[in-house]
């Protein structure tokens, strides 16, 4: 049996949905957690041996405030719960001689013109690409480019500041709004993912995102979700996911290959993968290999073994302790990230019961507070709740979830 003294550290921005799943996981196994975070908390001072305040944007300054603490209060697994702190993570792992994704692995993932060079020159499908500076004249690149593209930022998640170009005064109007997105002080970008942006080939064809877990190398694959709605642009942003696939075995088996050949070009090796895909008549490419679980509170669609959650399964490997099953339960399962349909200020949501009701729905969490101002995407990068649902099929997973968003309203001033 593990330890319950094993101590694990966890990174945990302010702004991420997913602080309760993994402490609740850290809780049920029994481990002594310390948090750190990029603003100091207010119980701090009465709980200097479990949490830290650390800068994300500085790793060098982390590890050393946490290799500080590690001399009085040794660590035994160091984990990142998303994209903001995958690069610290490896480098605090590095110091410590735990185990983890090399540094320039994680650094890699995060920056999407590196990640794509790299699967460039390892021969895996993805688009053709080109990187801009801001500084450059975008009418003069509109001209060079080939169409449809999409023009993206190097390093933000959730669909954010994606927009698909089908002609040169799309490309220019997209290429300024991508600009002012960077610019602005909410972003927390810096240095040189702040000062040019992404031109990538549209790849056509059916969405999927592969959930695994890499281990030594070798990718487990935990989940293949569907993405139903048509994910065709002129943005991006990501609604239904339904999990298992629709697939032909075939088609799974080749995606799994795909993204496993995508974290070898990368050079990441441990720990969990969150990895989008296309896949049309030329098979399945590669849009994009996150060294980080599912975002948002969509783990909840994912249970392992006898019920353990995928954050717990993230735990347990970190630790090296063993994982009886990967399994997942047999029902079908997905999830909705409902949409913010404009601007504005939330004022009401309407019609929650009767959406919960909806036979299949297991849950609705509706995460935007009243009186809060809503951006929708590409500026935007929040949700106003996840619809969460199971049944026997991936059929009515889909309708259930489908029928749910119909009974919801939203006041939106």
Not at 39 to 56: G, K
Not at 90 to 95: E, S, Y
Not at 165 to 186: E, S
């Amino acid at each position: 049996m593990p330890s319950s003294m094993a101590r694990l550290l966890l990174l945990l921005p302010t702004t991420t949905y997913r602080t309760q799943a993994f402490v609740d996981a850290a809780s049920k196994l029994g481990v002594d957690l310390v948090c750190a975070s990029e603003r100091p908390s207010t119980l701090e001072e009465r709980a200097p041996d479990n949490l830290i305040t650390v800068d994300f944007a500085d790793p060098d300054g982390a590890v050393e405030t946490v290799a500080r603490f590690a001399r009085r209060r040794p660590i035994d697994a160091v984990v990142a719960v998303d994209d903001l702190t995958t690069v610290v993570a490896a480098a605090i792992a590095t110091r410590l001689g735990l185990r983890q994704n090399p540094v320039a692995a994680a650094s890699a993932a995060r920056n999407k013109h590196e990640m794509r060079r790299r699967l460039e020159a390892a021969g895996v499908a993805a688009p053709r690409f080109r990187q801009v500076a801001l500084s450059e004249d975008p009418a003069r690149v509109a001209r060079l480019v080939e169409y449809p593209c999409v023009l993206k930022p190097l390093a933000l998640s959730a669909s954010r500041g994606v927009i698909r170009a089908d002609d040169p005064d799309g490309f220019v109007a997209a290429f300024r709004r991508i600009a002012a997105l960077l610019a602005r002080d909410d972003v927390g970008l810096h240095g040189e993912v702040r000062e040019a942006l992404l031109v990538e080939a549209f790849i056509p064809g059916r969405e999927f995102a592969l959930e695994g877990l890499l281990m030594a190398g070798g990718l487990q694959t935990l989940a293949l979700f569907d993405k139903p709605d048509p994910l065709d642009g002129p943005f991006f942003e990501e609604t239904i996911y339904v999990t298992p696939s629709r697939l032909p075995a075939e088609t799974q088996t080749r995606i799994a290959e795909a993204t496993l050949r995508a974290c070898a070009a990368l050079g990441l090796t441990e720990g969990p993968v969150h990895a989008e895909l296309r896949v049309n008549d030329a098979g399945p490419w590669v849009i994009e290999v996150a060294a980080r679980s599912i975002g948002g509170l969509c783990s909840r669609t994912l249970r392992f073994g006898t019920g353990m959650t995928l954050e717990e399964l993230i735990l347990r490997h970190a630790l090296g302790w063993k994982i009886d099953s990967f399994d997942r339960e047999q029902r079908a399962a997905g999830v909705m990230m409902i949409p913010i349909p404009r601007a504005g200020r939330l004022v009401a949501v309407r019609g929650k019961d009767a959406a919960e009701a909806v036979p299949g729905v297991e849950e609705i969490a509706i995460t935007a507070h009243l009186g809060q101002e809503l951006v929708p995407l590409p500026e935007g990068w929040q949700y106003l709740g996840f619809i969460f649902a199971r049944s026997d099929a991936p059929e009515e997973v889909e309708q259930a979830l489908r029928r749910a968003h119909a009974r919801l309203a939203f006041d939106i001033a």
